[in-house]
Every structure is written in structure tokens, then in C-alpha cells.
């Protein structure tokens, strides 16, 4: 059974695999019609990166917590597979929203960074985690002017129109003032992880707040 939304008459609910093979919406079809036009009601979960799904590189030269720069440095969170195992069960599909600006800034280079990208995005998908895609802005404000950088909510706007995603029904987790900026700003809940090694202080007022991603999974799976 999947979960539907009618385009003819606006009929949502449960049906049968076979009837949306056939799109054939049951109010439709009862009615007569030869209209039967369906899409998935899709629900969506975006993630930020560092600081939610990998773990923040503390930085001694400079006192200040950072994004890992090579494989070797990154290392996936606590909790984060198989909290993400369960919400890709219950039909979310996951999406990461990341601002990467150091490439810019001269910090890294951008081979690395995308073998980063390439390392977080295909252990995910090995553990059967329904990511279906990764957005990640190269970008910062001092170097060049873009329209991807949160707390834009432009690549989570792009992905509801590519993917059909409702977003009344979707989620931002991040652990960033923008992060709960941008989903606002896109109509999604927002949960703040409220990390405390990054000693950051906050003046978003997210839909929810907690420790780390295995809470965040209990308060949508809660909803």
C-alpha cells in the first residue's frame, strides 16, 4: 500500500500498488471518469551535514570547530545510520543540504571535498538509507554571490519541485541558526540540534530542539 494524492479530484489516502501501476484512483473510477492521474505523496527529511550526520573537526590553530577536509577525517556521527534506516522505513525521503565554503577560502581542495561527498553520500545508500539526493553550496559571501548558501531555502524549494515533496510534511534537522533559517523560510518543521562541543549560541526558534539525530528521529516518528 502506498499513499497518493489524486491530481483529478484530490483524493489521498492508502491504495494498492497495482491500482497506482494502473493510476487508477478509486474515486475516479467510481464515478465514471476516464481521468485517473496520480502522484506519490512524498515526505521529506533535510539534513545538514557536519554536525548532524558527521562529525565537526576541532580546529586548535584557529579555536574554532570545522568541516572535515579529507576521507581520512570524516567520521559518520553516532546513531546517524540507523536512525536514518528507520525514517527511510516509514517512506521519508532524505536529503542533504550543506554549506562547504573553505574550497573557496582557499582551505581545501575541491578534489577532496567531493571525495568527501562522494564517501558520506555511498555509505549511506550501502546501508540502505533512502538518500535520494545531496545538495552542497561551494560558495561564501566574502568571495561571491550566490543563491544556494542557507539560510537560503533554495535547494530545499528545487527539491520539492523536482521530487513532488510536500512540505508541509517534511523536516530541516541541522545544528545551525541558518539551518533552521532556511527550513523556515521553505515551510518545513525544523528540529536545532543543539550541539554542545560547538558552543554556539542560538537565537532561532526552531519547531523543536534536541541532543543528536537519534532524538530528532523519535520526535517525527512521535508526529
Known amino acids: 500500500m502506498s499513499e497518493i494524492i489524486c491530481e483529478i479530484c484530490n483524493f489521498q489516502g492508502l491504495i494498492s ?17 476516464l481521468k485517473y492521474v496520480l ?16 562529525k565537526p ?20 556521527l553516532p546513531f546517524v545510520i540507523e536512525s536514518l534506516q528507520k525514517l527511510s522505513s516509514e517512506g521519508y525521503s532524505l536529503f542533504i543540504v550543506t554549506n562547504q565554503p573553505d574550497f573557496v577560502k582557499g582551505l581545501v581542495d575541491i578534489k577532496d571535498l567531493k571525495e568527501i561527498r562522494q564517501y558520506v553520500f555511498e555509505t549511506l545508500i550501502s546501508n540502505k538509507v533512502n538518500l535520494i539526493n545531496d545538495y552542497y553550496c561551494f560558495h561564501h559571501p566574502d568571495y561571491c554571490i550566490c543563491k544556494c548558501r542557507k539560510p537560503s531555502p533554495y535547494f530545499l524549494i528545487q527539491a520539492s519541485k523536482i521530487y513532488g515533496i510536500d512540505m508541509s510534511q517534511s523536516w530541516m534537522i541541522g545544528d545551525r541558526d541558518k539551518d533552521i533559517i532556511c527550513g523556515q523560510r521553505a515551510g518545513v518543521k525544523t528540529i536545532l540540534i543543539n550541539n554542545i562541543d560547538l558552543s554556539e549560541t542560538h537565537t532561532c526558534k526552531p519547531t523543536y530542539i534536541c541532543r543528536n539525530i537519534k532524538e530528532a528521529t523519535e520526535i517525527i516518528l512521535g508526529n
Open 17 to 33: 500498488s497495482k491500482a497506482i501501476s494502473q493510476e487508477l484512483c478509486p474515486d475516479c473510477y467510481a464515478q465514471g471518469s
Open 39 to 54: 502522484r506519490p505523496f512524498k515526505r521529506a527529511i533535510f539534513l545538514d551535514r557536519d554536525g548532524v550526520i558527521t
Open 57 to 76: 573537526i576541532y580546529d586548535t590553530n584557529r579555536n574554532i570547530f570545522r568541516p572535515p577536509w579529507s576521507v581520512s577525517e570524516t567520521v559518520i
